[in-house]
């Protein structure tokens, strides 16, 4: 039953690490379909670059959130070892400060500032 759930929780990791890396890739594409149409209609080119980078770095942190999430499953249901769990802590500070500085970048203010 164990190595059942194991495999199940194995499985869910995996999509998730998909599912992250198609968010992303996807939200690339459909950024660049973006810029295109704006192309055509002659938008002003600093906003179209404005836009590209929103919804750019907005698609990689959600991507980089559903990575998080794969990790936590992972390491707390496949691998139970000290080595993983500080390796997890690791990857999870890595990817929180990347995620932190994106949101930053895109709203080009602190979050604790007001809008």
Not at 12 to 33: K, N, P
Not at 76 to 81: A, E, G, R
Not at 101 to 107: M, Q, S
């Amino acid at each position: 039953m164990i190595e059942q759930a194991r495999i199940i929780f194995e499985y869910i990791t995996f999509a998730l690490e998909i599912a992250s890396a198609a968010i992303i890739a996807i939200g690339i594409l459909y950024a660049a379909v973006n810029i295109i149409v704006s192309l055509i209609r002659k938008t002003g080119k600093t906003e179209i670059y404005r836009t590209f980078r929103v919804q750019v770095g907005r698609c990689i942190v959600l991507g980089l959130e559903i990575l998080i999430a794969a990790d936590i499953i992972k390491t707390l249901t496949i691998d139970q070892t000290f080595k993983d769990l500080g390796i997890l802590a690791i990857l999870i500070l890595i990817r929180t400060f990347l995620s932190f500085t994106l949101e930053v970048e895109i709203d080009g203010r602190w979050p604790w500032q007001k809008k």
